[in-house]
């Protein structure tokens, strides 16, 4: 089995909502409910949680070194030299991306993204495997996961060599657009579509057979994080229910829905504007 290194990337300046992953829900900081998560995949090696140098992340730093989550910290806008640092630092085979703002991300998707990357071979690669596996790709594709259960899942080759060509802010923040910029996919089963990337990467993206990419389950602004701790309340703390329950939840009660349902979701093409400056 390849050493698979689950990185969660966060830090204290989100733009609309400072502080997010440090934030109580139902007696946790998001940034704790999102590691044990994500740790509870079988095919994930290890998580580490990786934050940035920046002085306002001392705090993040402070807390997983408290509590005992293995952490690295790296470039504040250049997020892809964050992960690859990270992975290579960890000896990554594979490299799982979360992001610290999805507090029901669930490891049963974590483990899909994998085990569909590495394949009958062990390890993704072209003539056998992928180079790149997601649950979700940004417009013009159509999601069919709610957002905040977004997995993206590459082998550390190519994450090498995107770290190495790539000079565009777009790929350098949001880490992983390089492999599926451009690409043309299409349906191979009702789970599962797949394409080959202008650049010559080997995508997979798994589907959902019923389309739920309009619910919003990730925390970027006070009425997200108001309907996060609802659906905490609702479980009583706990931290092992899976994305179906929190989807009959929401059927269940309407009115939970509704709390978040005017939040704008950002775009792949929003890069943080201070990045300009550098």
Wanted: net charge negative; aromatic share 10%; glycine share 6%.
């Amino acid at each position: 089995m390849p050493r698979v290194i689950a990185i969660i990337q966060g830090r204290m300046t989100s733009s609309r909502l400072p502080g997010k992953i440090l934030a109580d829900i139902a007696g946790q900081p998001m940034l704790q409910r999102v590691f044990i998560r994500t740790s509870r995949a079988a095919t994930v090696t290890e998580t580490i949680f990786a934050t940035t140098t920046d002085s306002t992340d001392d705090p993040v730093a402070e807390y997983c070194g408290f509590s005992g989550i293995p952490f690295t910290r790296g470039s504040l806008y250049d997020v892809l030299d964050r992960y690859y640092q990270t992975a290579k630092q960890a000896k990554a085979d594979v490299v799982v991306r979360v992001t610290a703002d999805c507090p029901v991300i669930d490891p049963a998707l974590v483990d899909d993204a994998v085990n569909t990357l590495i394949g009958e071979s062990g390890i993704g690669n072209r003539e056998s495997g992928f180079d790149f596996v997601c649950n979700r790709l940004p417009p013009p594709w159509t999601r069919t996961y709610p957002i905040g259960l977004d997995v993206e899942a590459c082998t550390f080759k190519v994450l090498d060599k995107a770290w190495k060509e790539t000079k565009e802010l777009q790929h350098r923040e949001h880490v992983m657009p390089y492999f599926y910029e451009g690409v043309e996919i299409s349906a191979v089963s009702r789970r599962r579509s797949e394409g080959v990337s202008p650049r010559g990467f080997r995508i997979a993206l798994l589907n959902y057979i019923t389309d739920f990419g309009d619910y919003r389950w990730t925390v970027d602004t006070p009425e997200d994080l108001e309907f996060m701790r609802e659906v905490y309340a609702h479980f009583n703390g706990r931290d092992d229910f899976t994305w179906k329950e929190v989807l009959d939840l929401v059927h269940d009660n309407p009115e939970l829905a509704k709390i978040n349902a005017a939040v704008q979701h950002k775009t792949l093409k929003d890069i943080d504007k201070r990045a300009l400056k550098k």
